[in-house]
């Protein structure tokens, strides 16, 4: 995403869950830089951090659902309008499907691309997850480095 790009204040269609979830990827997945020592203070923030973005991401996947399932309810009543248009054309049935499918074209879009945010929603809220995981993991051996180099000082 791009940085200087505001973020939507809130989620109302598939762009504004793709700003969102591009925004939380990124934070979460930063590239690290070699050459820095990560302090416990550090891997304290990180935690905070991920925390705050895997809180952000229920949102955002709540929202994301919420909006896959308005665009799914359009695609089915234009399908139903399509049909008695259709329908009331004559013709043959093969006809009338291709003329159901050409009348819905829009609809049928808007419900892939909110299907789409959905899903790569809820696939940033995963690697939310997991992110956090791995902090919590260093977070550990952190403390258990800390407790090892006390333990040898007695």
């Known amino acids: 995403m791009n940085a200087a790009a505001p973020l939507p204040p809130n ?4 762009q504004s869950v793709n700003a969102w979830a591009d925004y939380v990827r990124d934070r979460v997945t930063p590239t690290p830089d070699p050459n820095e ?3 416990p203070d550090m891997v304290i923030q990180e935690l905070r951090n991920s925390a705050a973005a895997a809180g952000r991401m229920v949102l955002v996947v709540k929202d994301a659902d919420r909006i896959r399932r308005e665009k799914a309810r ?3 009543r ?7 248009t259709a ?6 049935v093969a006809d009338k ?4 499918i050409e009348l819905t074209e829009n609809e049928a879009d808007e419900a892939d691309v909110a299907d789409a945010a959905y899903e790569y929603a809820r696939n940033v809220s995963r690697l939310v997850d997991g992110q956090k995981s791995a902090i919590q993991t260093i977070a ?3 403390e258990l480095t800390y407790q090892l180099a006390g333990s040898r000082r007695s």
């Open 11 to 14: 989620i109302v269609d598939a």
């Open 37 to 39: 020592i990560v302090t």
């Open 74 to 76: 359009a695609l089915a």
């Open 78 to 84: 234009a399908q139903a309008a399509a049909q008695r």
């Open 87 to 92: 329908a009331a054309e004559g013709g043959r």
């Open 97 to 100: 499907a291709a003329r159901v």
């Open 140 to 142: 550990r051996m952190v």
